[in-house]
């Protein structure tokens, strides 16, 4: 039920069994998948080949390649009482509660956020084990390097579409965009590292995101909104205390109308952050904070699809296998004759910089 839940503690336990716990005697005549493992006498057998098993006696010697029926079985070798364990929990993600939205790596630890079942959890692993959630020690206790579990308690109950370490001082904070707006996690006391019993999560604003992985640049964090049509540069203010998201695009929303949807971030030589648009449209902003420069522009690539512009479906930045300025890929679909698709992964030519003028590119 919803409250009790019942437990068969047993010894051997391996991928793919079906109709019952792995681990059990051998029946006849019973469909069994690749990986599943029996017991048939004292012996463990691994089904190596899915199938039916045979209808008397099961799988009998030791090595691989023990026919029985349909399956074929290999003798594994397994102490029963080292792989039995009375302790376990439920997990807390499955296809009935659902999966984690979104990931990061903060503070030595890994952090899921957001599934369908609670759109709004964070869980954060124990420091330095990232496949290690538990929220205490085996004795009940819990420590500061215990995994911690929290609900964003809001006026709103908004899901969590990225998280990215907030662009303060030390990076002390992580930062959690929702649908509904912006949030701080950190320590509640700031004198005391991160703990299970020391942690406290706000709002910090209230712009929301479509979910476009944000972009870290210095000690800012550029994200999305809702539309993708406003850019916005969320930094910590030391006038306010607090973080600040001005809007990059304001003078720039006839480029970004459409919506941004993936971008990436080229450092080198010019400071780029390259952006597709919902309608497949690639642009650009540079971006100089120190020296206020913030441009966009738009950029027309050559082909057709379907009689309109060629549609950039994926981008990414990588550094250049030299090392001396990063390259920008993407993933572009045209159409040709008789509009049969075409998809290319195109990459954007090394700007002209210290080279010679037959090496020249970008030219009218």
């Not at 970004?256 to 450092?267: F, S």
């Amino acid at each position: 039920s919803t409250t009790v839940v019942t437990v068969v503690v047993q010894a051997a336990v391996a991928n793919g069994a079906q109709g019952g716990l792995d681990g059990q005697a051998w029946v006849a005549l019973t469909a069994t998948q690749a990986g599943a493992t029996v017991k048939n006498g004292a012996v463990y057998y691994q089904a190596t080949t899915g199938g039916v098993t045979g209808n008397l006696g099961g799988p009998v010697g030791a090595g691989a390649g023990i026919a029985d029926g349909s399956v074929v079985w290999t003798a594994v070798n397994i102490v029963a009482p080292t792989l039995a364990t009375p302790n376990w929990r439920l997990g807390k993600w499955s296809i009935l509660t659902g999966w984690p939205y979104t990931v990061t790596f903060w503070q030595n630890r890994l952090v899921f956020a957001g599934t369908d079942n609670q759109p709004n959890a964070i869980e954060c692993s124990v420091v330095g084990d990232f496949t290690n959630f538990a929220p205490t020690n085996g004795d009940g206790t819990t420590i500061a390097n215990n995994a911690l579990s929290w609900i964003i308690s809001d006026d709103q109950v908004n899901a969590v579409r990225w998280l990215a370490s907030a662009g303060s001082a030390q990076a002390l904070q992580l930062g959690i965009g929702t649908t509904g707006g912006e949030n701080i996690l950190g320590a509640s006391n700031n004198t005391q590292p991160l703990a299970p019993l020391n942690v406290q999560a706000y709002r910090e604003s209230s712009y929301g995101t479509n979910g476009t992985r944000p972009i870290r640049i210095g000690k800012s964090v550029l994200f999305a909104n809702r539309p993708g049509q406003r850019i916005h540069e969320w930094t910590f203010s030391w006038q306010v205390n607090g973080f600040l998201g001005p809007d990059l695009a304001i003078l720039a929303e006839h480029i970004t109308h459409a919506g941004v949807t993936e971008w990436c971030y080229q450092q080198s030589p010019h400071s780029v952050v390259w952006a597709i648009t919902a309608d497949g449209a690639l642009v650009g902003m540079t971006y100089l904070r120190d020296q206020d420069v913030v441009a966009w522009h738009r950029h027309q690539l050559g082909g057709q699809c379907f009689g309109g512009s060629p549609i950039v479906e994926s981008i990414c930045s990588i550094p250049s296998a030299d090392g001396s300025f990063d390259e920008v890929w993407m993933a572009v679909k045209r159409t040709a004759a008789g509009n049969a698709i075409i998809r290319t992964i195109e990459v954007m030519t090394g700007y002209f910089q210290y080279k010679t003028q037959y090496d020249a590119w970008f030219v009218d």
